[in-house]
């Protein structure tokens, strides 16, 4: 599967119009510009899927050299509301030179849901960016922060048991990889919201958070950047 456009092949974008619509993806090999902007939608990734988001272009199945133009540049793989990454499935995410997915940024502020990362039982979800520019932290948001997963807007990341989840900032060609491994932030605008955001490591499962680089002053591998925030170790 390969796809041009920044939006990516498919994806719920205008308005508010995505609000509670899904797209599956099941034993996908993407190649291409960013897979979805799909900003109030939820992904779910089932069985083993690799999405693979380069920097100036890629190579097609026909052997000719597509080059991103403009926009499609240094893209995040996803800018979605939430993902799900079911039971036993197998997920592989590298991206060129941006974070690697940003959950809940543009148009996604909705106080009567909760944005979430959930990663079933048995799964295995690896998220890898290689790069130190390109997309960052989301349309809609107010707070920059290069990072490797960012749950934005009192998000909840929830891993099952039995489960690994690798987020690497990972060294390329010479570039220095500078991005926190996992953030979960508020940001704007400050909305009162219901809930309270969370982070939960199932029984058995691994949480790896692996910086190949410098990391900005202050930062780490780790940012709990709001008050009222739970972590969790079954």
């Known amino acids: 599967m390969y796809g041009m456009s920044y939006y990516g092949p498919f994806d719920f974008y205008l308005d508010r119009t995505g609000v509670g619509s899904t797209i599956t993806y099941r034993n996908i090999n993407y190649l291409g510009a960013q897979l979805s902007a799909s900003y109030q939608a939820t992904v779910i990734f089932e069985g083993k899927n690799r999405v693979t988001v380069p920097l100036e272009g890629y190579t097609s199945h026909d052997g000719k050299y597509r080059k991103f133009v403009g926009w499609n540049m240094d893209d995040t793989a996803f800018e979605v509301f939430s993902i799900h990454f079911k039971d036993k499935s197998d997920t592989d995410i590298k991206v060129a030179n ?137």
């Open 98 to 234: 941006a974070d690697g997915v940003i959950l809940a940024s543009y148009y996604a502020d909705i106080p009567s849901q909760q944005p979430e990362l959930l990663v079933g039982d048995n799964a295995n979800v690896k998220i890898t960016t290689y790069g130190d520019s390109g997309e960052d932290y989301g349309i809609g948001a107010t707070s920059s922060l290069r990072t490797v997963i960012d749950v934005q807007r009192h998000g909840k990341f929830i891993i099952g048991e039995n489960s690994t989840v690798t987020a690497e900032s990972a060294s390329a060609s010479g570039k220095k990889a500078n991005r926190v491994p996992y953030r979960n932030s508020r940001n704007s605008p400050l909305t009162p919201y219901s809930y309270k955001p969370e982070t939960t490591i199932g029984k058995g499962s691994t949480l790896n958070l692996i910086s190949n680089g410098a990391t900005y002053a202050g930062d780490g591998l780790l940012i709990l950047d709001q008050n009222d925030q739970t972590f969790n170790i079954e």
